[in-house]
């Protein structure tokens, strides 16, 4: 299986807060971060986490870090229909290497 | 942050020939890396491509189907060899970026073999 593991799917309202759940498995993981694609685009960096933080707010964004548990979230308030894309948790390895989720698919709805 | 120019964003190849993607950044870098994003799937990383040495694969690629070449910091090649439609996918290059503190990616190449 995957070492980083997310749902696939979220479906909201538009105005409500999304929250998108990630777990990963290498605890010695130094960054962990969120990346949005939109269709037919690229990878585009939205946030990331040091492994020594709890918490990391960024304007609509909220990350959550429970190293314990190894579990990432990411919370976007007030989501908008642009916010509709496929949202990737990512942790980097040793090796400098990412590791990635399976994508969780946000799809805003009016 | 670093600006990565790569091209070509999309291609229609026939299937037993071979297609180059370049990955140009606007900044020296140690290690680029190259991903494959299948239809619906999630990014599998394919080599890291250092400068001065032969690129390493990860399990399942190998370099008679990926040939990498880094001839400087700023640049790399992805060629993928004799195309079958299951290479159908979308390549991105990727660098290690200390100014966001994260990883940037080319904007891709979205490549169909028939």
């Known amino acids: 299986g995957e070492d980083v593991e997310q749902s696939l799917f979220l479906s909201v309202r538009e105005g409500d807060s999304s929250v998108i759940n990630c777990t990963y498995t290498d605890s010695s993981s130094t960054y962990l971060y969120w990346y949005k694609q939109e269709p037919g685009a690229g990878l585009q960096l939205l946030t990331y986490i040091f492994s020594n933080m709890d918490m990391k707010q960024d304007q609509r964004l909220t990350v959550l870090l429970n190293k314990k548990d190894k579990h990432l979230s990411l919370r976007i308030a007030d989501t908008q229909t642009g916010d509709s894309a496929i949202y990737f948790c990512?942790?980097?390895?040793?090796?400098?290497?990412?590791?990635f989720g399976a994508g969780t698919t946000v799809t805003v709805r009016a | 942050s670093a600006v990565i120019s790569q091209k070509p964003s999309r291609d229609i190849c026939q299937r037993g020939t071979s297609l180059t993607i370049q990955c140009q950044v606007d900044s020296q870098v140690t290690m680029m890396f190259w991903y494959r994003q299948q239809p619906g799937q999630s990014l599998t990383l394919i080599a890291t491509a250092n400068q001065g040495s032969e690129a390493t694969y990860e399990s399942g690629f190998v370099i008679d189907k990926f040939p990498i070449s880094r001839p400087n910091l700023t640049f790399s090649t992805l060629t993928v060899s004799n195309m079958s439609p299951e290479d159908s996918s979308i390549y991105l290059c990727?660098?290690?970026?200390?100014?966001?503190?994260?990883?940037?990616f080319g904007s891709g190449t979205r490549l169909t073999v028939v």
């Open positions: 990512a942790e980097r390895r040793n090796d400098y290497k990412l590791s």
């Open positions: 990727s660098v290690e970026d200390s100014g966001v503190r994260g990883y940037t």
